[in-house]
Nanobody, 115 residues
Framework: QVHLVESGGGLVHPGGSLTLSCTAFGSIFSPYSMGWYRQAPGKQRELVAT???????SYADSLKGRFTIARDHAENTAVLQVNSLKPEDTAVYYCYFHRIAYYYWGQGTQVTVSS
């Protein structure tokens, strides 16, 4: 069993930056991947970024260059740095942890980009 605790998010002006973090607690064994999905009002949930336990990263094509994911392996924590935020980035961001056939989800954190 894995429990995820998310932090970060909030209200940001267009062009601003923010950092989301997600710490996994419980049965953490490599290999695994962590990352974020997001869901905007009225839209489907979409994958944002992923990092694997050996450090490989991947991003949604439309978000490359503005989103950076990293991890603190010792702390089982993933961090998502988001720059040049746009109103269309407004969504609930959900951290996830994936190992073998199991997915675990964080509680979600609201990111609102507005002037």
């Amino acid at each position: 069993q894995v429990h995820l605790v998310e932090s970060g998010g909030g209200l940001v002006h267009p062009g601003g930056s923010l950092t989301l973090s997600c710490t996994a607690f419980g049965s953490i064994f490599s290999p695994y991947s962590m990352g974020w999905y997001r869901q905007a009002p009225g839209k489907q949930r979409e994958l944002v970024a992923t990092i694997t336990s050996d450090g490989r990263t991947s991003y949604a094509d439309s978000l490359k260059g503005r989103f950076t994911i990293a991890r603190d392996h010792a702390e089982n924590t993933a961090v998502l740095q988001v720059n040049s935020l746009k109103p269309e980035d407004t969504a609930v961001y959900y951290c996830y942890f994936h190992r073998i056939a199991y997915y675990y989800w964080g509680q979600g954190t609201q990111v609102t980009v507005s002037s």
